[in-house]
């Protein structure tokens, strides 16, 4: 805004405050900018939530890479981490291991995250490479038969194996399903 205009809004808009001096107007400009905005309060909590979310999806990865149950971040994960914080480093772990999500049901619910994002980003790259698939029948204990697809791949120089996909056969391994099916 020209000067000129600045002047006359001052003089219509705040006329109480002609007379005072240009240090006045510094301070109320260095409150002004020093105020508590919405984009800095949810910066601040945003980066102190994002280092909570960022280790529980690094921790159900290890879980899920362990094969072990989801429950296991909870029951053993959580206070293990307490211990470390409360021994080694000396600190209060009650708020750093509020921020960091673990439950039975986030556990699960991040692995399927991950898993999908995976399979989206492996079904994509096949679709512009060459590779090979393989099928294998396996059984469960149950006498289930499954059926496995993997697939190999040149990424980066290197040769990938991966699980396409995992479907349970109409059968079992005593073929007791194809005959029921067959009569009916």
């Known amino acids: 805004m020209k000067p000129s205009k600045l002047e006359d809004h001052l003089r219509r808009c705040h006329p109480d405050k002609t007379e005072k001096d240009l240090k006045y107007f510094q301070t109320l400009k260095d409150k002004f900018q020093k105020r508590p905005t919405l984009d800095r309060m949810i910066a601040s909590t ?16 290890l879980i899920a890479k362990s094969g072990k149950p989801h429950t296991i971040g909870e029951k053993l994960i959580l206070p293990a981490v307490e211990e470390v914080l409360k021994t080694v480093l000396h600190k ?18 991040r692995i399927d995250e991950m898993s999908s994002d995976i399979e989206s980003f492996l079904c994509n790259y096949l679709q512009t490479t060459h590779f090979s698939i393989q099928l294998d029948e396996s059984t469960l204990p149950d006498n289930a038969a499954l ?4 697939v190999r791949l040149i990424m980066n120089q290197e040769i990938y194996e991966e699980l396409l996909f995992a479907r349970t056969l109409i059968t079992d391994t005593k073929c007791e399903s194809i005959f029921h099916v067959l009569k009916d």
């Open 92 to 109: 209060p772990a009650s708020d750093i291991i509020k921020r960091i999500l673990l439950s039975n049901n986030t556990v699960e619910r």
């Open 46 to 61: 945003s980066q102190r939530t994002d280092d909570g979310l960022r280790a529980s999806y690094k921790i159900s990865f």
């Open 147 to 150: 059926l496995l697809a993997y």
